[in-house]
Every structure is written in C-alpha cells, then in structure tokens.
C-alpha cells in the first residue's frame, strides 16, 4: 500500500468513527484512538479535516465581555494539526479564526483601532511577560502572538479533543472567550444573578462550585461553596495563635512600604497567614477559580486574615497599588507592568445586616435582596439617629450611609466574594473601589481574609517588569507632588544559601509578611529592594533565623549564609 492510500483510508475511517462518536461523550475515546492510529501510521495525515468532522461551530468573544464580537457562527473550517497542544493550539486555532472576515473585523481591540490579530497581540509596548511568554508561538500566517482560548465557566481549550469536547455538550455554537498574549482569563456577565457553574473545580466536601454575579461593572460575584467552615476556623486559630512579630495580628499599617505608623483609614487588625495548610489550599484554589493553571506564588500576595472589632472599619480604596512613580517597579498594568488583578474576600463571621461589617462596592447598585434600598441621604440621617459610636461627618459615620445605599455583602460563614480591579486588558477598573463597613455590636467580631492576586510576576520578583527611568520622567512628572515621601532609588539584592550551616535547611526567605521563596542549600534570590526594606529568613517551624536590613549606598549588595 501506498502512503497516499493509507492517508485515505484513515481519513475515511476517522471520519465515520466522528459522525458516530462526536453526539455522544465519547469525544475523549475517540481521540485517543485516533492518536493510536495516527502513531501507527507516520505518514497519516496530521490535519483535522473538517470535511471528514460534524461541524464544529464557535461564537467568539474577547475575554471578559458578554456580548459575541461576530454575528454568524464560525464553522471551523481551515487545516488545524491534530496533535497540536497548548500554544502550538492556541497558535492554530488563531490562525483559523483570522481566517474568518467577521471574526478579523468585528473582534479587534477594544480600545483602538485594528483586527483580531492585534487583540491578541497587544504588541511590545502592551504584553505582560508572564512566565511562559517563550513558550507562546506564532500564528503561522501572520508572526504575530496567538491568543488563548477558554470556555465561558474559565477552562482552558488545550486541543482539539478538547474543543470538540466543549462543543458537543450543546448544541448551540461554542461560546469560545479570546485571551490576549500575556493577559489573564476574566469572567463576562451579562447581569446580575447570571451564574457560572464551577462544578469542573474539586471541593473539600464534594459540594458545586459556582458563580453568581452580585454587579456587572465592577465585576462582582459571590463564590459559592467556595470553602468550608473547618478552613474558616483554621484561618481563624493561626491568626489568634500567631505570635510572630511579622505576622500575627496588628493594627493594620499602610501595605507594602509599611511604616511604623498605624493606618488612620484602616482601622481593623490583621495578620498574614503565608504557609498553613487552609491558607495554602484556599490560594491554590483562587487560582484554578480564576483559571490561572498553574498556581504561581509570585503572582499572589500572603493571604491576609483581618479581624474587625466594634467601630472599626476600612475606608472605601483600591486594592490596585497606586504607587510612587519613581519606584523601580512598573505597576501599569495597562502596558507591560504588574499589579493587583482580582481580589478574593473570604468571611469566617455570622453577621445580620444590623450589625455591620459589610464589605461595600461603592459603584455597585445595591443587590436583589435590598427590595428598596435607602438614598445616601436617608441612610446617613438613619445612621446617626441610631447609633452614637461615631461622631457626625466622621469618615465612619459616612461610611454605614454608604454600606445601607449602595451593593454591600454582609458576612457570613464561609461565604466568599470574587471582584476584579482591571479591565480585561490591563487597564484599572476604579470602579471596583470598596471599603469594610464598620462593625456596629460589640457582641461580634467579623474575621475575613483577603487574597489579591496580580496579573503578573508580583513586585520586587526578578521576572517582575521594572519602571524605566526615562518613562518616569516623561510620564508622571505632575503625580510627584502628590506624593509625601517618594522611596529612594532602590538598590538589588541577591540572597544566597551557599548550604554551609544546616540551620538553614528547609528555609524560607520573606519580606516583610510575604513568603519570597524557598532559601534552601543552595537557593539564591535576587530582587529590587529599598533601603530599609526589612527581609527575613525563617526556619521550617516559621521562627525567623535573620532578620536583614538593606542598607543605603550606590550598588549591588549581597546577603550569603
Ligand atoms: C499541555 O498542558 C498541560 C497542562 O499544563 C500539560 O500537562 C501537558 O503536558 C501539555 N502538553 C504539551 C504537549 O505540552
Ligand atoms: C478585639 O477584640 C478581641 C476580643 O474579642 C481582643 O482580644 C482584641 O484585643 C481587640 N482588639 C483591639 C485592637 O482592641
């Protein structure tokens, strides 16, 4: 038999095996079959075929929006080597979409001119360098960066197996969401109460996860069945059980250039719990929820366990870091820097609305469960008539006027929130601006975590982007003045464990509250500090070993145990 004989008689029976298969869930089977055959014959044809395929029909929306960017279906309908996987998929699958005149026109960037080949390549000045960026490959026809696809619920499409897979659980069009090179999923409501099924996604008792949607912009959803009360508990017992200088719970200072002094708009008390079991677990769970696969460390900051007695309170802010623009870190995240991406808020308390500590959305119309909420003015009025803890026109007594007017989620047990603080394409989203009501009894005390994770390498990594001197000058010139005290220039420090003393087997490196990395023999770290920056390195029970101080003066400075 000739080779080009064999290719017909596989493609034919490749062809009748799909008409057979694909209506049914034997998708999976029948690919690994296929791959069997295709292994056993070298010169078979390698490119899906879609003469030989019931159609496969996609809708395609760019990440994070509700609506589709074309009007017809796209019938899959170029060459797409059936063995591609991951980026060499996402490469392909690109391909065949530019090949669609709708899909080209109607989904290019949103902002801007240009085509669906300039959405997914954001091009230089705009494309986050995440951790695979070399792995990423071309579109064939154009040179040009390849988007990443994934399902509406957040999973990855990896393959055509894959694709099929998707596509045969209904019989509507595919709904496929485009991520752009370097950018991260987002998940797309139309409105309030839509939900987003997780069931894909393990839970410690086996319940369904799922999305609900409490406000489409911000984005704002509940996770339900997110985590269980035994890892709220958890959470609870190492923050009281904590006597770490570093972290156990204190007054809340200002965040990532903490000083000495207590935050005046953050009343609460909080601690970090870096590497316990519940902390650790719940972290890489964020991550699957938000389809970021693998868990990466260095894109998440400690999980933060904050505690609120009666009166205190967080001022409605930001979590995107609005940072000095002389720091040598690059926090525009609508370019290539980094920065806060999506916050997860965990609660451990049972609160009835009377007793306060809601977490509000200061832009987010009040939810389904408020039949009619109060006016801002009316509420403010109500506050001060029934509760004296705060004095009239304090930024608190404000605060409980806003929390009764506007989307505010009360906590309770195990019950979680997920918001985003970009845009799908890097920009901040200042609507997602929130604040923790103050706690109104003193027969409670709200205990909540918060994660934030970021949309890149987190500040201070040596993959993170840095800020370019001459971009600072040019760009923020009017900002500075703002500012009260910018960090001088900062100084790069490496860490080394040259594996001399076995006290530091099993260490860790930290700085400040945040887990670093591993510091064993061997490990080097090597990172943009400021002088003053307190690093510590701790042994395997969490006691510190080191505590290090950078110091001032031009130049490099190392730190070997
Ligand atoms: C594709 O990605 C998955 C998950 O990250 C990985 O397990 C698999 O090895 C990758 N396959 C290829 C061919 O790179
Ligand atoms: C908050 O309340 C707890 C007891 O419920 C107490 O141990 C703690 O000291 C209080 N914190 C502050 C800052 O008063």
Redesign the pocket.
Known sequence: MTGISNKILLASVLGLLVALLVPHSHVENYMEMASRLLNLAPSSPSNYDPSSYEPIRLHVHMNGEYGRCHKSPYVLSTPLPISSRNYSFDSHLTDSLLSFPEIDSGCGPVVGEGTFKDFCDMGPEKTVILEDHDSLVPVPSTRTLPCSYYTREGRRITSLSNLIEFASLSSAPLDVYAVAAGRLFQFAPGKVGETFDLSHLPHPQGKKMYLETMSVSPKVFEIKNFFVEEEADDLIERAIGSSSKTHGLK?STTGVDSEQDTNPIRTS?NAFDTSGKSAMSLKKRCFKILGINPYKEDMADGLQVL?Y?VSTAYKSHLDYLDMTPTSEHDFDSSRVGTNRFATILLYMSDFEPADGGETVFSYGEPYKSVKTPPTYLEALEEARAHSSLFKPNSWEEKMVAECRSQLSVSPKRARSVLFYSQHPDGRVDKRSKHGGCPVLTDEK?KWAANLWVWNGPRMGYSSAPLKHADKVKKGHKSEKKDRAQPPKGSIKVVFENKGKDPKFNGASLYYQETLWGDFGPGESHSVNSFQGHVWYVKGDNGEVLLTLVVGGGEGNQRFEV
């Open positions: 007054r008390e505690r007695n005390v």
